[in-house]
């Protein structure tokens, strides 16, 4: 799995590329990126699972890890482009109901808060 970022505002994104699961370079990798950003003060991020095939439990563990630390920090994570098989998932553990999620960039981007 790969990982690049590129920001809009006050907004990063992470494109990621590749299979999030148990192992080196899978998940663990998502949560120590999300955790790097936090602490570089990057609170507002847009994950893009475009280029996701597969996300096992411990993906989906680090998704809720991403989230859950991103809004104690007063941040929030929201996701983009999740394939059916992807959104699927969300829906049968129902973390639909926890994050947002959009088919498009631009409506993603503008449902965070302008920076201040």
Known sequence: MTISERSSGSV???D???AITLGPGGAELLTDKVRS???QGKKQ???NLAG???MDSTGLGAMVHAYATAT???GSVKLLN???KLYDLLVITKLSTVFETFDNEPAALASFPPAV
């Open 12 to 14: 990063c994104i992470l």
């Open 16 to 18: 990621v590329e590749g």
């Open 37 to 39: 950003l936090l602490q």
């Open 45 to 47: 991020l847009l994950i």
């Open 52 to 54: 996701v095939p597969y």
């Open 72 to 74: 104690r920090q007063g």
């Open 82 to 84: 999740s394939t059916k």
